[in-house]
């Protein structure tokens, strides 16, 4: 005798928790396959830093770009880059 397939009727409380075990089961600072450094440098030398990082870690091949920066109140720059751990 063939069984009939019932979907499973899934409640937004259902989805949470079910989410919420997922993100548990992450390590802490999990942050998926990127890799950031933050820097808080003077002006020329973010610059210096930041030209440094894509040259290493080519855009095409790391996806290398910043993913934050700001102007800080003493004049520095501080900025998070972001990029894959290899090119693999």
């Given at each position: 005798?063939?069984?009939?397939f019932k979907p499973r009727i899934r409640s937004p409380a259902d989805v949470a928790r079910r989410l919420?075990?997922?993100?548990?089961?992450?390590?802490?600072?999990?942050?998926?396959?990127?890799?950031?450094?933050?820097?808080?440098?003077?002006?020329?030398?973010?610059?210096?830093?930041?030209?440094?990082?894509?040259?290493?870690?080519?855009?095409?091949?790391?996806?290398?770009?910043?993913?934050?920066?700001?102007?800080?109140?003493?004049?520095?720059?501080?900025?998070?880059?972001?990029?894959?751990?290899?090119?693999?």
């Open positions: 005798m063939v069984e009939e919420g075990a997922l993100n548990r089961s992450r390590p802490v600072g999990g942050s998926g396959a990127w890799r950031r450094d933050s820097f808080r440098l003077p002006r020329p030398e973010a610059r210096a830093k930041a030209r440094e990082w894509f040259d290493r870690y080519p855009k095409a091949a790391y996806m290398t770009e910043i993913e934050f920066w700001r102007v800080c109140d003493d004049g520095d720059i501080e900025f998070t880059i972001r990029r894959l751990p290899s090119a693999d």
